[in-house]
Each structure stands twice: as C-alpha cells, then as structure tokens.
C-alpha cells in the first residue's frame, strides 16, 4: 500500500529513518492480531514493546500528555507518578481494555526473573471501533491480545487497518494505525497512532475535500525516541504531538480521547538539557501528522457493522 511519500506528500523538514516507522528506534518492536471475520468483527490489538529483554526488570523513562480525557487509558497514573513504563504497551478497542491488562500481566508474569513479582502497571490504550465493529462481543480475547505481543518484530510496520486499528474511523473515512519517524542530529524519533478520530481532513495544510465534517473519535500516540530524556523531557515531547494531530484537521471534541505516551530507549545517560529539545518537539510534530497520513491512506474501503445503530456500515478509504 502506498504510503505519503509514495504520493509525493512530504512533511516537514527532517528526514525519515530506513523503515519511516516507530521500529527505526533500536530496539522496538510491534506486533498486531488483526480479526476480520464475517459482516460484523472488524477489531484486533497491536503491541509495542520498547527493548527486546524483561520489561518489568529493566524499565524505561516514560512520560504521558492528555489533551482530552476521555478514553480508558489504563496505566496513565502511574507513568505519571514515576516516570517509567514496566510493561509492554497494547491498543486494543474500548470494551478490550480489561483483557489487554490481563494479557499484559501474564506476559510479565511469564519472563524469566519475574518469579516475586505482585504489582504490574499494565499500560492500555484504546479507541472506539464500534462504528465498523460488535464492539459488544468479547474480541480480542486474552489469548488474542497475547498473539499480538507474541508476534512482536522490529523492521517494516505494516499499517492502516491492522490490529488496533482494524474497525477504527477517521475523519468519516477508513482510519487505523499508521506510523513515521525522523532523524534529528543523528538522534531517531519514531511515532505510531491508532487514529479514529473527528474533524475535516487537512493534507500538508490544505484542506481535503473528500473527507466529512466527522465529530467524536479518539487517538493514541505512541512515541518512541533514543535520544536521553527524562520522564520531564518525555512529557513535554509527548504533548508536542498533538501539534501534528491538530495540522491535520482534528475536531478535539468533546468526546475525543486525545493520548500521546513517549519513552526513551537511551537508559544511564544524562538527559538533554531542555533547551536541547526544541528540534525534536518539531520532529514530533512532523511525525505524528504523517502517521495520521499513512494510517488514512493503508487503509482502504471496509464494510463492517455498526454496533451503536445495529445495521451494516461502509467506510471508504483514502485515495490522491
């Protein structure tokens, strides 16, 4: 599938890594369970693990932005009071977030050295995918959410509609999980959304005509970065994504649930003073917007089920 770049969209003014994908930071890995079955099960999960080894044993900085609150962003407390992640991170669907955690606890429960273990801060980001999706029955299950850590893998990401991103909707099109990274002074930024929100589709700043005056939705933003930055740094990088959500056109209503997470790969090296920073906040920026691109134009046309109004639905994809 052709990403922005394929069409000659290019955004902003640092450059891509190999993969243009959150997996160009050593390290990351994703995985995605991808259900597609019948009229009415368009759903999944997808997996970010930040370093190969025990999450739980060797923790990385983390820090957490919210622009609006509401979604079901379990761990959020936590990586805000400590400034670490200790688990994997997993999306899934909203009515998924109770499985994702157990899926979470029994991964990190399972590495070796984790013997003694009895408190796991399970970190879970979601959207609502019941407009293509029966959000109601109980998919993924546990064991699905498992597949998706399970096949966790650095290299290419595949995107659109794929693992949590498989029933999501944006802008009154097919939306799902996109993802683009940038190279600031030899530093890696990666950014990976799970994109079903609102608003009227802005491309490279012009507005689309294609696209509705879509409202409600939600996105989480995942941002992986090498450069060494403290839980502080990570909070403040985070929160400069939204700059890349709001060039593309988002509506941050009311009912949108607007989350960026960021961590840091660079473990035991000082932190970068914060007038250091500035480069890769706009890096942020950059990234993010084009991942929301991506996302829109992997997806493609889906038929699916309405949960909320119980009748089929249609939603097209993105085509330049």
């Given at each position: 599938?052709?990403?922005?770049?394929?069409?000659?969209?290019?955004?902003?003014?640092?450059?891509?890594?190999?993969?243009?994908?959150?997996?160009?930071?050593?390290?990351?890995?994703?995985?995605?369970?991808?259900?597609?079955?019948?009229?009415?099960?368009?759903?999944?999960?997808?997996?970010?693990?930040?370093?190969?080894?025990?999450?739980?044993?060797?923790?990385?900085?983390?820090?957490?932005?919210?622009?609006?609150?509401?979604?079901?962003?379990?761990?959020?407390?936590?990586?805000?009071?400590?400034?670490?992640?200790?688990?994997?991170?997993?999306?899934?669907?909203?009515?998924?977030?109770?499985?994702?955690?157990?899926?979470?606890?029994?991964?990190?429960?399972?590495?070796?050295?984790?013997?003694?273990?009895?408190?796991?801060?399970?970190?879970?980001?979601?959207?609502n995918d019941s407009r293509l999706n029966?959000?109601?029955?109980?998919?993924?299950?546990?064991?699905?959410?498992?597949?998706?850590?399970?096949?966790?893998?650095?290299?290419?990401?595949?995107?659109?509609?794929?693992?949590?991103?498989?029933?999501?909707?944006?802008f009154g099109m097919k939306g799902g999980?996109?993802?683009?990274?940038?190279?600031?002074?030899?530093?890696?930024?990666?950014?990976?959304?799970?994109?079903?929100?609102?608003?009227?589709?802005?491309?490279?700043?012009?507005?689309?005509?294609?696209?509705?005056a879509d409202k409600d939705g939600s996105?989480?933003?995942?941002?992986?970065?090498?450069?060494?930055?403290?839980?502080?740094?990570?909070?403040?990088?985070?929160?400069?994504?939204?700059?890349?959500?709001?060039?593309?056109?988002?509506?941050?209503?009311?009912?949108?649930?607007?989350?960026?997470?960021?961590?840091?790969?660079?473990?035991?090296?000082?932190?970068?003073?914060?007038?250091?920073?500035?480069?890769?906040?706009?890096?942020?920026?950059?990234?993010?917007?084009?991942?929301?691109?991506?996302?829109?134009?992997?997806?493609?046309?889906?038929?699916?089920?309405?949960?909320?109004?119980?009748?089929?639905?249609?939603?097209?994809?993105?085509?330049?």
């Open positions: 599938m052709a990403r922005a770049r394929d069409h000659g969209v290019m955004i902003g003014r640092f450059p891509p890594g190999r993969w243009n994908a959150i997996t160009d930071v050593a390290g990351v890995a994703v995985g995605h369970v991808t259900l597609i079955e019948g009229e009415r099960t368009r759903t999944g999960a997808t997996a970010i693990l930040p370093h190969p080894g025990n999450l739980f044993a060797e923790k990385v900085p983390a820090g957490i932005s919210v622009l609006n609150g509401f979604g079901k962003f379990a761990g959020v407390t936590q990586v805000q009071e400590l400034g670490q992640l200790e688990t994997p991170i997993l999306l899934t669907n909203t009515l998924a977030v109770g499985r994702a955690m157990q899926a979470l606890v029994a991964h990190t429960l399972d590495q070796p050295g984790n013997a003694r273990v009895t408190s796991i801060n399970a970190v879970v980001g979601e959207t029966d959000i109601r029955a109980p998919r993924p299950t546990l064991a699905e959410m498992r597949m998706a850590l399970d096949a966790a893998r650095p290299g290419p990401v595949a995107e659109g509609a794929v693992g949590a991103g498989t029933g999501c909707v944006a999980i996109g993802t683009a990274s940038r190279i600031v002074d030899r530093q890696t930024l990666g950014v990976l959304v799970q994109a079903n929100f609102g608003g009227s589709l802005r491309l490279n700043g012009r507005d689309w005509p294609g696209s509705t996105i989480v933003i995942i941002l992986a970065t090498d450069a060494p930055l403290d839980a502080r740094g990570l909070t403040r990088l985070a929160t400069r994504a939204f700059g890349g959500l709001a060039r593309t056109g988002a509506a941050l209503s009311n009912g949108s649930g607007d989350y960026a997470l960021a961590f840091s790969t660079a473990r035991g090296i000082p932190s970068l003073p914060p007038e250091a920073c500035s480069p890769l906040f706009e890096a942020a920026i950059e990234a993010t917007e084009e991942a929301i691109v991506n996302a829109l134009l992997a997806a493609g046309d889906m038929d699916g089920w309405d949960a909320g109004q119980d009748c089929p639905s249609h939603y097209p994809g993105l085509r330049l």
